[in-house]
């Protein structure tokens, strides 16, 4: 277990407290010490349930953002969250554009799901 030295925010100190959740703060420190989320479950003696709870929480409060796939191997599908979505939608403007088009080709509104498809045609294509 990695044991540097970690300096706390403020805000970051109030949005922990006010979660409520020693599981999360627990976990913000050992991430914030330079350890990695796959080794706390061992390290910290809790259970993966907790583990994701806590992560979880962090996601939550803007304190813990989970590393992105860059590649995508052959065979491998993509997994998007609402997140990517909601940002494709705000940023890209080829997103925007698709899911117009396919929304007004189909005659109703797209779902997340089907979001998350067409974002991987976006990102697929690699269109500006």
């Known amino acids: 277990m990695i044991t540097e030295s970690v300096t706390i925010e403020q805000a970051d100190v109030r949005k922990l407290l006010l979660s409520a959740s020693a599981d999360a703060a627990l976990l913000y420190i050992y991430l914030r010490s330079g350890n990695q989320l796959q080794t706390a479950e061992e390290s910290l003696h809790m259970s993966a349930a907790r583990i994701g709870c806590a992560a979880a929480t962090l996601r939550q409060l803007g304190l813990y953002s989970e590393e992105k796939h ?10 998007y969250s609402e997140r990517d979505v909601l940002e494709a939608g705000d940023s890209d403007a080829s997103f925007r554009s698709l899911c117009g088009e396919v929304q007004r080709l189909l005659g109703r509104t797209l779902n997340t799901e089907e979001l998350k498809i067409l974002l991987g045609f976006i990102r697929y294509l690699g269109l500006p």
């Open 70 to 79: 860059t590649h995508i191997l052959p065979g491998e599908r993509p997994g």
